[in-house]
């Protein structure tokens, strides 16, 4: 799911940011398939770039974070985030308030130009049942991408299925993320999206993985 996630940004960075490079903000020290991947995907691109988000000791996610998207806008860059909620490996929620103004914030280049806003991609594995991108829900007004990935947690043990959905503004993502999925011929079996549904979540929801399902 993670790699259907990047592909799909990177894609839509190509066609709409033609030119522009592409930055992936992401811990360094925690989610080691989550890293292994992103390095792998920014080793094929030469536009593409992993920076390292501290987020251990001294270190707290979001003012790590502010510091990071600052930089990113002065180059004209396009930042996209891949964090865990809880901060893995601190154990702990972040002041997610806070996280939202960071997020929100607008920012100008070193040319004064406005800089491409952040897509915060929340890995959900281990709190899938907490709305984060429903309408008025906390990160509703930034675009924000929420996923699983394969794992056997959602859905208890007994598929391990990995899933993703966004907010309203992050429809044309989403459409990108499915294609690639798709390129992979990885999609979620019939199966799995009814095992995924019926234990992960309290109501219908998308599924980002088989658009088709409800």
Same mark, same amino acid.
């Given at each position: &799911? /993670? %790699?259907?996630? &990047? &592909? ?7 066609? *709409?940011?033609?030119?522009? !490079?592409?930055? =992936?903000?992401?811990?360094? !020290?925690? %989610?080691?398939?989550?890293?292994? /991947? ?57 002041? &997610? ?28 594995? =281990?709190?899938?049942? *907490?709305? =984060? ?13 929420? %996923?699983?990935?394969?794992?056997? =947690? ?5 598929? +391990?299925?990995? %899933? ?6 992050? #429809? ?19 199966? /799995?999206?009814?095992?995924? /549904?019926?234990?992960?979540? #309290?109501?219908? +929801? ?9």
């Amino acid at each position: &799911m /993670q %790699y259907a996630i &990047m &592909m799909g940004l990177v894609h839509d960075a190509q066609e *709409v940011h033609k030119g522009k !490079n592409i930055r =992936f903000i992401v811990p360094p !020290n925690c %989610y080691g398939g989550t890293n292994d /991947q992103a390095r792998r995907v920014a080793n094929c691109n030469e536009h593409v770039e992993i920076v390292d988000l501290l987020v251990d000791g001294d270190n707290e996610l979001v003012r790590s974070l502010e510091a990071i998207l600052e930089q990113v806008a002065k180059e004209d860059a396009i930042p996209y985030i891949i964090a865990e909620i809880p901060t893995n490996p601190r154990v702990e929620v972040p002041d &997610m308030e806070a996280l939202r103004e960071v997020l929100s914030k607008k920012r100008k280049t070193n040319s004064g130009s406005v800089a491409v806003d952040p897509v915060f991609i929340l890995d959900q594995t =281990f709190c899938p049942n *907490v709305h =984060f991108l429903g309408d008025g829900d906390l990160l509703s007004t930034v675009r924000t991408i929420a %996923y699983v990935s394969g794992s056997k =947690f959602p859905s208890g043990g007994l598929c +391990t299925a990995g %899933y993703c959905v966004g907010n309203a503004l992050t #429809d044309r993502l989403i459409e990108k993320i499915d294609l690639h999925l798709r390129l992979c011929d990885n999609e979620a079996t019939d199966l /799995q999206v009814e095992i995924c /549904q019926a234990t992960a979540f #309290d109501e219908p +929801t998308h599924c980002g993985c088989l658009p088709e399902h409800t």
